[in-house]
């Protein structure tokens, strides 16, 4: 089995009583079915890295853990509707009797790993539309700030998706006003949406 990294004992050491036999498992499950993994914490969460890639990535929220695996959309391609519906489960894991079975993790563990293959051919990457519109909260928010107006217009097309679909991605209206205040106030101040995340990686 690869080496396993102190620093991911110690996220999963930290993590609330309920995500801590999902993490390990999951965690278990990918060192049995890979055995040359390598492990490293990236944006404060736990990778697993095959062929120096990305192989999948772990993480614990409030209420929930989630398995998220680098090449998703083909796995999610080549295995078909049933692989669209256990990854989508794997992404909200709140229990871990919740979890896929073992035989059923390695299946996708085992194609995650022949995506990284250096000798594997990969398609061609589809295009994603950049189109998009900003929605009408959002903008008058941002209209009665004129510093976070200005900065907003001066962002790249792909920083003011990155808030435009954090915010439309809002369940509820008391999250959406939540967030657009919370964006509102970091964009007059120059930042992205993943400004936390981005400052992580470079330290």
Not at 2 to 22: L, Q
Not at 69 to 86: R, T
Request: charged share 30%; glycine share 2%; proline share 5%.
């Amino acid at each position: 089995m690869g080496k396993k990294n102190p620093k991911i004992d110690a996220y999963i050491a930290k993590a609330r009583p309920y995500a801590k036999p999902i993490l390990k498992r999951l965690r278990t499950v990918i060192h049995k079915t890979c055995p040359k993994v390598v492990e490293d914490i990236k944006w404060g969460a736990p990778f697993y890295l095959y062929q120096d890639r990305v192989l999948c990535a772990t993480m614990a929220f409030k209420a929930h853990a989630a398995l998220v695996f680098w090449k998703a959309a083909l796995i999610k391609k080549q295995s078909g509707k049933k692989a669209v519906a256990d990854l989508r489960q794997m992404r909200r894991v709140a229990d871990v009797s919740e979890l896929i079975s073992d035989r059923k993790l390695a299946a996708y563990i085992k194609l995650a790993m022949h995506l990284n293959e250096p000798t594997t051919k990969l398609p061609p990457r589809e295009k994603r539309s950049t189109s998009f519109k900003v929605p009408g909260d959002l903008t008058k928010a941002l209209r009665a700030n004129s510093k976070a107006n200005a900065q907003f217009k001066a962002f790249s097309p792909s920083k003011k998706k990155d808030y435009v679909f954090w915010i439309i991605a809002a369940k509820t209206q008391a999250t959406r006003d939540t967030r657009i205040e919370t964006a509102v106030k970091w964009i007059a101040q120059g930042k992205s949406r993943n400004w936390k995340y981005e400052m992580k990686k470079k330290a």
